[in-house]
């Protein structure tokens, strides 16, 4: 066994303040994810869009934008971030919220997500030690972050995200990392038919989309990760956050009850709760029941 592997599955501190500092780091990587992949996105909505119904006009030759390319710049006047100014938390205290050379106000959100990233990674940490369950929920809890960011953003929860996050799930349930194979794959149909079913009840019975598909893919990722037996515990926990802070933020806003705001966060942070809590969640709950 490597030494620093060895170092941090004996020294817990270690481990932890590792997952505190790495967390920073990712929550770093995914601010870039949260910003990029809609617009790589539409990107090539446009593109496939060309193809299909123009394929007689030679389709025009796009800068390359990824996740890596092109370095991050300023919105407003275009300057390169250096790595100075791209340290997580640090540098956004350092340049006071705004750019270096325009003074364009820096949105606190890319502290908060790197800042939350690293508490949650830490909370992973302390529940499941070092361990490949650990890792696995790690994966799981940063993905639950960038989808909850874009949702909020976009309205949107891509595939890119949500399918592969499904397949791991159902994979890592192979040899139990998590869950049995037959609870993971349950989870998985159960969670997306579950909310299709609710979607098209609800569009028979008034005529609108009461929310869209990537919430129904959210869900079987949440459940090939957390099993069949557990969704009810996400869908009512979402449902109760929902509607708690949709209508106090629609309240807030000033904005109709009609106004359709994201449900994914509330999978995200619901199904995130369940994968670590859900246990005693549900323990709790009969206990209560019981006496």
């Not at 050379?101 to 997500?113: A, D, F, G, K, M």
């Not at 194979?181 to 998985?188: E, F, P, Q, R, T």
């Not at 037996?229 to 979402?238: E, G, M």
Request: glycine share 8%; hydrophobic share 50%; charged share 10%.
């Amino acid at each position: 066994m490597p030494a620093i592997v060895q170092l941090l599955a004996e020294n817990p501190a270690i481990f932890l303040s590792y997952l505190a500092v790495f967390g920073l780091l990712v929550g770093s990587f995914l601010n870039v994810v949260i910003h990029r992949l809609p617009i790589m996105m539409e990107n090539s909505w446009k593109q496939e869009f060309q193809q299909y119904f123009n394929p007689d006009i030679p389709p025009e030759t796009p800068e390359v934008y990824n996740i890596v390319t092109p370095r991050s710049r300023c919105p407003k006047c275009q300057s390169e971030i250096t790595a100075k100014e791209n340290i997580p938390v640090l540098s956004w205290l350092w340049l006071k919220g705004k750019c270096k050379n325009c003074q364009n106000p820096i949105s606190i959100r890319y502290p908060l997500v790197e800042v939350i990233t690293a508490i949650v990674s830490v909370m992973v940490g302390l529940q499941f030690g070092f361990s490949w369950a650990c890792a696995a929920v790690l994966i799981f809890s940063w993905c639950m972050i960038a989808l909850t960011a874009i949702d909020i953003d976009k309205m949107l929860l891509p595939d890119q995200i949500c399918l592969p996050l499904m397949w791991l799930g159902l994979m890592l349930s192979i040899n139990g990392t998590l869950i049995s194979s037959s609870d993971a794959l349950i989870g998985a149909a159960a969670g997306y038919l579950s909310l299709w079913s609710l979607y098209w009840a609800f569009k028979l019975l008034t005529g609108k989309e009461g929310m869209g598909y990537g919430d129904f893919k959210l869900l079987a990722a949440v459940g090939a990760f957390v099993g069949w037996q557990q969704l009810p515990i996400v869908i009512l926990l979402s449902s109760l956050v929902g509607a708690v802070i949709g209508i106090a933020h629609l309240k807030f806003q000033g904005k109709d009850h009609a106004q359709p705001i994201p449900f994914g966060p509330y999978l995200a942070i619901a199904g995130w709760i369940t994968l670590l809590y859900g246990d005693w969640i549900a323990a709790t709950y009969w206990n209560w029941m019981l006496h």
